[in-house]
C-alpha cells in the first residue's frame, strides 16, 4: 500500500500512510484508538476507496470495487465485529458466499468434511449442525477465522482477534496463525496487546493520529518502545494496587444458580460478597457462566435459584430499570448489541438506561438541556473523539463507542458497577482513563465487579480476583496470593477443584 | 453515482408509464397536463386534494408510530374501516347532548374501536410470538366482512340499494371552515396530531423508548425499557391512529359508513409513512403528494377517456418508485 490517504469530512484517518509486507510474514499494525489502523485495513479489504494512494498485490497494481472483489483476490478480513448470522447453523455461516454445492442444491456433507479438516488444523471444534447463535464471543471469532481460510484468503487481515479470548484460547489461536504463515499465508494483525506482538509477530508497524511513525522487525524492538511510539510520549507509571480499605458489603450473590440458553446450570452455586470501594475482577476462560452471570445481574435472564441483593434490595424481584434507579450500571461486553443504538446520535445513546432518572426526566418529560450537557461531559470526560454530539454513534470507532459506554456508566456516581470486558477494543490509553474514572469511583465508595477474559488487565487493576471455573467461583485471591500461573492453573482446571 | 441510479429509475418509470398510458390511446402529454390541473390547478382541485390527504395523514401516523417501534401494522386498513363503523354508529345512536360532545364522543368511538382491533395484535406478539404482519392482515379481513355485514344488514339504511349506514346528523359532522379551499377540521385536526405526534416522540420518556425498541431491540431491554408494554402500546396507538382516521371520514367527509367506504387508504399509508420516514412531520408532505396523485389520476381518467385500470396502473407505478427511492433510505436516526 502505497500514499494511502483516507479522509472523512474534516478528519483524515489516514494521512499518506505506506505499508508493505511480505508473504508468509505476521505483520502487526499498532496504535492508539483512532490511529487509523483499521481504515488501513479497510480501504486495503476495500471498504472504503482510498482518496489518495495505490495499492499493490504481489507486485501488481490492482484496484479492487468492494469488498467482493478483494476476496476474490485472496483477501480477507475479519472485522472487530462478527458478521456471524445466528440463525443459520455453523456450517452454513461458514460457508455463506462461498457454498459447496451439488449441482444446483447445497452438498452439506461435503462440506462438513471439508469444515472439519479445517478445523483440525487450527485446533478447533464445533457442532456444525448448531446454530450460530449458541456460539460464545470466543467461539464466534474462530468461526470468523474459519471462514477465511474456507475461501482460500492468501492475505488474512484480523482486527482485534484476541479481543475477546482467553489467554488459553488466544495462545492456541497464535500458534495456528504462525502455522497458517509457515504455510506461505500473510497475517496483517490489528491489536493493542503489545504482549502478541513481542511474542508471535514478525514485523510490526506503529501508527498515530492517523500517520505511519515507525515500522520495524519485532526482534529490534520491545513493548516499552512500542509503547513509546505508540502515544508519542511517556505514559505515567501504572499505579499501585493501593491499599484502600474496603467498606462494607453492597452485593451479595449467595447460592446463585442462573440456567443457560439450553436449562444447563450456567452458573451453579456461586457465592460472593462485593464490597464498596473494591474492584473485584472476575477471571476465567470464556463459557464458564460469565455471560449468564452479567446477563442475570443485568435483570434479562431468571435467577434460577439464590440470592443475589444490592443493599436492602432483593434483585431477582427488581426489573432491570429499577435495577438502574437503585444505582446498579453495566458495561456489556457486546456494545453494538446491548450497549448502543447505532442509528442513534451520541446524543441519544448518552442517556440510555439513565434516561428516566433525574435530572433527565421529570414527569414523563424528556429535559433536552440535562440531555446535552450529559452528553458533552461524556464526550469531555473520557475524550471521546467525534464531531459533534450529532453523529451518529454507529460511525464512532470502536474505541470510541466503548468510551461512550463507559462514561455513561460512570455518568451519575453509580453504587455497584457490573463491567463485562470493559475495554474491549481499548488501547493502553483507554484502559488506562477507564481504570482510572473507575477507582476514582471506587474511592467514593463505588463497588465493581470486573468481568474478563483478560488475565493481564484484571491482575494490573482488579483485586481481589476471583476465577470462575465450571459455574463457580473456585479461588478467591488477594495480594500477594494473586499470581498468574497460578490463576492461569485454575482457569484450566489444573489447580482447585471446584468444590 | 446515487442520482444517477435516481433518474434513470425516475426516467425508466415514466417511460413505461407513457407507454402503457399511450397503448391504451391516450394521450400521456394530455393526461399529465390534465391530471395536473385537476390535483393542484385550481382551488376546487386543491380543494379535493386535501380531502384526499386527510384519511392518508392520519392513516399514515398510524402506521409510523408502529414503525417507529419496529412494527409493522399492516391492520390500518381494518382499524380504519372499524373506526369509521364505530364513529357512524356513535353518531347514529347516540342522543341528546350537545353537539360539541357528540362529535368528540364519534371521535373518541372511532380511535378506541381501532384501538380495540390493533391490540390482539400486540398481545398475540408480546405472550406468544406471533407475528404482527400475519396477525395484522387476518384482522383486516375479519374487519372488512364483519363492517360489511353491519352495514348490510342491521345498520342498513333501509331505503338504498347498497349496503350503507344512513346519513349521520348534523351536529356530528365535522364543520368545513369555508374558503375557496373548503379545508375540513378534520384536516386542522390531522396537522395538529402529527405535530403533536413528532412533540411526543422527541419529548417524552415513553416516545424515547419506543424508538429505542425499534431501533435495537436489545440495548433496549439492557437500558431497562419494558419492551413488551412498549410493543403493547406502540400497536394501540397505531390502531388508535387508524381508527380515528376512519371516523373523520364519516364525520368529515362522508357522512355515512357504507360498504367500500375506504379505497385502501390503509394500504396507501404504508407507502406514505415509509416514504417520509415515519416522521410526523414529513408524513404531512407525503400525504399531500398522495392526495394529489390519487386526485390527478382520477381527474386525468375524466378529461381523457383513461381507462380506470391503466389510472389505477399507473399510480401504482409512481407509488412502486416513491416506495423503492425512500425505503432504500429508511435508516433512522433518532
Known amino acids: 500500500m502505497v500514499g494511502i490517504t483516507k479522509r472523512f469530512g474534516r478528519l483524515t484517518a489516514c494521512d499518506q500512510v505506506d505499508l508493505s509486507v511480505e508473504k508468509g510474514q505476521t505483520h502487526a499494525i499498532v496504535g492508539e484508538n483512532g490511529a487509523g489502523k483499521t481504515t488501513l485495513m479497510r480501504v486495503l479489504y476495500s471498504v472504503y476507496q482510498p482518496d489518495e494512494g495505490s495499492i499493490e498485490v504481489d507486485g501488481k497494481q490492482v484496484r479492487f470495487r468492494n469488498p467482493s472483489e478483494a476476496i476474490a483476490a485472496g483477501i480477507g478480513m475479519v472485522s472487530q465485529h462478527y458478521s456471524i448470522i445466528p440463525q443459520l447453523s455453523c456450517l452454513d455461516n461458514l460457508m455463506l458466499g462461498a457454498e459447496a454445492m451439488a449441482g444446483p442444491l447445497l452438498d452439506r456433507s461435503t462440506a462438513t468434511a471439508r469444515a472439519d479438516s479445517l478445523a483440525q488444523r487450527m485446533g478447533f471444534r464445533f457442532d456444525w449442525k448448531a446454530p450460530a447463535s449458541t456460539l460464545t464471543p470466543a467461539a464466534c471469532q474462530k468461526l470468523e477465522i474459519l471462514k477465511l481460510l474456507w475461501r482460500n484468503s492468501e492475505i488474512l487481515i484480523l482486527d482485534e482477534p484476541t479481543a475477546m479470548l482467553s489467554p488459553p484460547d488466544a495462545a492456541v489461536l497464535f500458534n495456528n496463525l504462525q502455522l497458517l504463515a509457515r504455510e506461505g499465508k500473510t497475517i496483517l494483525l490489528v491489536t493493542h496487546r503489545l504482549r502478541e506482538v513481542i511474542d508471535y509477530c514478525d514485523r510490526v508497524t506503529v501508527m498515530r493520529g492517523g500517520k505511519r511513525v515507525a515500522e520495524c522487525d519485532v526482534a529490534d524492538t520491545d513493548v516499552d518502545r512500542l509503547t513509546n511510539w505508540i502515544v508519542g510520549e511517556d505514559l505515567r507509571p501504572k499505579s499501585d494496587l493501593d491499599g484502600r480499605q474496603a467498606g462494607k458489603t453492597v452485593l451479595t450473590m449467595k447460592d446463585l444458580v442462573i440456567h443457560g440458553d439450553r436449562g444447563e446450570r450456567a452458573i451453579n452455586g456461586l457465592d460472593l460478597d462485593l464490597r464498596a470501594g473494591e474492584i473485584a475482577g472476575i477471571a476465567g476462560v470464556d463459557g464458564n457462566g460469565q455471560s449468564e452471570l452479567f446477563e442475570a445481574l443485568v435483570g434479562i435472564r431468571a435467577i434460577q435459584s439464590g440470592i443475589a441483593r444490592l443493599g436492602q434490595d432483593d434483585l431477582g424481584q427488581e426489573s432491570t430499570s429499577r435495577r438502574l434507579a437503585a444505582g446498579l450500571r453495566f458495561i456489556p461486553a457486546d456494545r453494538h448489541r446491548y450497549g448502543l443504538i447505532e442509528d442513534w446520535s451520541l446524543l441519544d445513546n448518552s442517556v440510555l438506561g439513565l434516561h428516566r432518572l433525574p435530572p433527565f426526566a421529570k414527569r414523563g418529560l424528556l429535559r433536552p438541556q440535562e440531555v446535552g450537557k450529559a452528553a458533552l461531559e461524556e464526550m469531555e470526560a473520557f475524550r471521546i473523539m467525534a464531531d459533534s454530539v450529532r453523529t451518529r454513534a454507529g460511525d464512532l470507532s470502536g474505541g470510541n463507542q466503548q468510551r461512550l459506554i463507559v462514561a455513561r456508566a460512570l455518568h451519575q456516581p453509580p453504587a455497584v458497577l457490573i463491567a463485562f470486558q470493559p475495554c474491549r477494543g481499548l488501547d493502553v490509553r483507554g484502559t488506562l482513563a477507564v481504570y482510572d474514572s473507575i477507582r476514582a469511583e471506587c474511592d467514593r465508595g463505588m463497588a465493581a465487579l470486573v468481568i474478563s477474559f483478560d488475565l493481564d488487565e484484571l491482575l494490573e487493576y482488579c483485586e481481589p480476583i476471583y476465577v470462575l471455573r465450571d459455574g463457580r467461583l473456585v479461588a478467591e485471591l488477594r495480594g500477594l496470593e494473586i499470581d498468574r500461573e497460578r490463576i492461569g492453573r485454575l482457569m484450566i482446571g489444573l489447580e482447585g477443584a471446584a468444590a | ?334
Not at chain 2, 444517477?4 to 407507454?19: E, H, N, P, Q, Y
Not at chain 2, 392518508?56 to 398510524?62: A, K, R, Y
Not at chain 2, 331505503?159 to 350503507?164: G, L, M, V, Y
Request: charged share 10%.
Open chain 2, 1 to 334: 453515482m446515487n442520482w444517477l441510479r435516481f433518474s434513470a429509475l425516475v426516467a425508466a418509470a415514466a417511460a413505461f408509464l407513457g407507454i402503457i398510458v399511450w397503448s391504451s390511446g391516450v394521450d400521456p402529454v394530455a393526461a399529465l397536463r390534465s391530471g395536473f390541473t385537476g390535483a393542484l390547478g385550481t382551488p376546487y382541485g386543491v380543494s379535493d386534494t386535501l380531502q384526499r390527504m386527510t384519511p392518508l395523514l392520519l392513516s399514515g401516523l398510524g402506521v409510523a408510530v408502529g414503525l417507529r417501534a419496529g412494527l409493522f401494522n399492516i391492520g390500518v386498513e381494518g382499524q380504519l374501516l372499524v373506526g369509521a363503523l364505530a364513529a357512524a354508529a356513535a353518531a347514529i345512536l347516540l342522543k341528546g347532548m350537545p353537539g360539541w360532545l357528540h362529535i368528540t364522543l364519534c371521535l373518541a368511538a372511532g380511535g378506541a374501536a381501532g384501538v380495540l382491533w390493533a391490540l390482539p395484535a400486540g398481545l398475540i406478539k408480546v405472550w406468544r410470538g406471533g407475528h404482527e404482519v400475519i396477525t395484522t392482515i387476518m384482522m383486516n379481513y375479519i374487519a372488512l366482512n364483519f363492517t360489511k355485514y353491519i352495514a348490510a344488514n342491521p345498520f342498513k339504511d333501509p331505503s338504498a340499494q347498497i349496503a350503507t349506514t344512513v346519513q349521520i346528523p348534523n351536529s356530528t359532522r365535522l364543520p368545513d371552515l369555508g374558503g375557496s379551499l373548503h379545508i375540513n377540521a378534520g384536516l386542522i385536526l390531522a396537522v395538529l396530531l402529527a405535530a403533536g405526534l413528532a412533540w411526543w416522540m422527541k419529548r417524552t420518556v415513553v416516545g424515547y423508548e419506543l424508538k429505542a425498541v425499534g431501533a435495537n431491540v436489545d440495548a433496549a431491554v439492557a437500558a431497562g425499557v419494558n419492551v413488551p408494554r412498549t410493543i403493547v402500546l406502540a400497536m394501540a396507538l397505531s390502531g388508535a391512529f387508524a381508527g380515528l382516521a376512519g371516523a373523520v371520514q364519516v364525520c368529515g367527509y362522508e357522512y355515512r359508513f357504507y360498504d367500500g367506504i375506504s379505497p385502501g387508504y390503509g394500504f396507501d399509508a404504508l407507502a406514505v409513512a415509509l416514504i417520509a420516514l415515519a416522521s410526523p412531520l414529513p408524513i404531512i408532505a407525503t400525504a399531500f403528494i398522495f392526495g394529489a396523485l390519487a386526485q390527478g389520476v382520477q381527474s386525468a381518467q375524466v378529461a381523457t377517456d383513461l381507462p380506470k385500470e391503466i389510472a389505477m396502473v399507473a399510480q401504482g407505478i409512481i407509488i412502486l418508485v416513491a416506495a423503492a427511492v425512500g425505503w432504500q433510505r429508511f435508516r433512522r436516526p433518532s
